[in-house]
Nanobody, 127 residues
Framework: VQLQASGGGLVQTGGSLRLSCTTY????????IGWFRQAPGEEREWVSF????????YYADSVKGRFTISRDNAKDTVYPQMNSLKPEDTAVYYC?????????????????????WGRGTQVTVSS
């Protein structure tokens, strides 16, 4: 069971990147995916969420209107599209998978609610 995040890199302010999160060893169909990021010296911060059925998408206020998340279950991959990037978006980005079960409100913002994590991918936005 593995998640792999990729697509990070160095981009100028205002630029765009599309990350990917691919699952290996299990099918994406029954898992919601959350994206988090962590800057040096900071706590891990929730960024976005997409439900297992693609019926629900949530974004942190800091990225709303700039980031869009989508999924292709046939490819077991989730794609966060990041536009209008800012230096404050610089961080290591992580994807995480959560299985279907009854949960509390806003659970998707909590790292401990996720079952599997991938290694992060570095995003650096230069000013």
């Amino acid at each position: 069971v593995q998640l792999q995040a990729s697509g990070g890199g160095l981009v100028q302010t205002g630029g765009s990147l599309r990350l990917s999160c691919t699952t290996y060893g299990f099918t994406l169909d029954y898992y919601a995916i959350g994206w988090f990021r962590q800057a040096p010296g900071e706590e891990r911060e929730w960024v976005s969420f997409i439900s297992s059925t693609d019926s629900t998408r949530y974004y942190a206020d800091s990225v709303k209107g700039r980031f869009t998340i989508s999924r292709d279950n046939a490819k077991d991959t989730v794609y966060p599209q990041m536009n209008s990037l800012k230096p404050e978006d610089t961080a290591v980005y992580y994807c995480a998978a959560a299985g279907i079960r009854v949960r509390s409100v806003y659970w998707y913002r909590v790292p401990l609610e996720y079952d599997y994590w991938g290694r992060g991918t570095q995003v650096t936005v230069s000013s």
